[in-house]
């Protein structure tokens, strides 16, 4: 790499400033600055200002370093002086030339208001501080930084516009008023931020049949896509409001509003009464948003260490009027919240993507904007499925595909080397003690319990529990 040419201009105010530049000099051509200064550089016969015009006018020249004390700045306003003439081609440069970050100015002193002293034609631009000793490395760095055109914040590449913003009609649930409102009143501790709740997961359920889908031209594999790529923004509020919820009011109202919430939306994973005529495959999109919106309520929960409450939703029996699907039974536990969607095992075969789960790439993905780290997605589905274990029922973890990743346990049970964490998470596994979970565990290690598989792809409960070292510590 070729070493940055830098010019160094500056006021010769006083012997110990003179030092200071040179100091500066010193520690850039260190740092493998190729840096021109008129101590180093101008020597006896040479034209001073043609020296000073080549500095700032060459192309070669990529950076100039303005160091701006009082004297600087006074003799740059005042035209005064060796000063006076750089600050006149500066100038020059500074506003006829649009691109800009050649010139910077370098503050080594400010006036008894404590305003840097600067150049009156440079004080609307950005400059670097380095007249305050226990800022000097931080802001050193910085100077590297513009120097060698390697800024601490580089702008991502654009990506593509979402799917859900393109042309055509798209659904709104119309909860975004109440969103916001709720918001507020939960902040603010309003008296009547629960019937705010409320009134925002009644219309949340009821408009969320303007999401059933219509008879379509084309795949309608690709129809359940983009329905669920459309509902993005909605399940992204539902998201931020869950986590007031968890932050500012945990309370049993709520959670009893938000149990409700839930039970109000499993009708939707059905034919309704009135649709007599159906696919299986009609209902796959709110069989995959609705298990969404279940997991990120259980993830967040645990992730602000409200396990009662994750309890209480696990706990929980849900309501279903007229349910024949589930045979006589009109109460169902949480795990009705997931079933399988054949349509995106269709759609893996159709377009040969050869995925081992479709879906749990479509929740890693969607993931990154929710403002919940996958990783607690993951510990939700693997609480999610060693209750569901305990009492005998199924639910397949989707997440867990991705739990290669780590290598150890998820952070409630590693934290659950302390007897008394490990006292407030048991509830999740309804359990009372460690040893209750050791006839689980073995099980797994001896197949006599089945682990769900990605083709050769599995995980290990007892290193997700951290089972050896559960409640070992006071």
Known sequence: MIAPKLFISYSWSNPGHEQW???????????????????????????AIAFMEQMVTNPEIKKVAI???????????????????????????????QAQEK?????TEKDEDGKPCLPTYYKSRIYIDLSEADKY??????????????????????????????????????????????????????????GSFEEYCNVFASNLERFRLQKTEGEYDDAIVKSIEEFLPFRNESIQLFMTIAQYSPTQEFMSITHRFFENLLPYMRS???????????????????HELFLYVIAIFLKYERFEQANYLMTQQYYIPGNSDYGRDVMVSFVAF?????????????????????????????SKASGIDFRYLMQADFVLFMRAEREDEGWWPETLLYVGRFHSAFEIFARSVSKSYFDKVKCL??????????EQIE??????RRLPTWEFESFSPSVLLGFENLAKKV
């Not at 159709?350 to 879906?359: I, P, Q, T």
């Not at 596994?429 to 050791?438: E, R």
């Open 21 to 47: 530049v040179v100091d500066l000099a010193t520690e850039l051509r260190e740092s493998g600055v190729d840096v021109i200064l008129d101590k180093w550089d101008l020597k006896e016969g040479h034209d």
């Open 103 to 107: 010139f910077v100015a370098i503050v």
């Open 137 to 194: 490395s931080e802001n050193f760095d910085r100077l590297l930084r513009w120097i060698f055109d390697k800024p601490l914040y580089i702008k991502p590449e654009l990506g593509s516009k979402p799917t859900f913003l393109s042309d055509g009609e798209h659904v709104s649930l119309g909860t975004t008023a109440h969103y916001k409102r709720c918001i507020e009143a939960i902040k603010s501790n309003k008296p009547y931020s629960t």
């Open 338 to 366: 997931r079933e399988h969607i054949k349509s995106l095992q269709y759609r893996n075969e159709r377009l040969n993507l050869r995925r081992l789960a479709l879906r749990a790439d479509m929740l890693e993905q969607r």
């Open 443 to 448: 099980g797994y290690k001896a197949d006599r």
């Open 272 to 290: 309704p009464p009135h649709i007599t005529t159906y696919n299986e495959a009609d209902f796959d999109n709110y069989k995959f948003v609705i």
């Open 67 to 97: 160091i701006s004390d009082k004297t600087y700045s006074t003799k740059a306003d005042g035209r005064a002086g060796g000063v006076g003439t750089e600050t006149q081609i500066i100038s020059r440069e500074v506003y006829e030339k």
């Open 429 to 438: 596994l309804d359990v009372n003690h460690v040893n209750d979970l050791k």
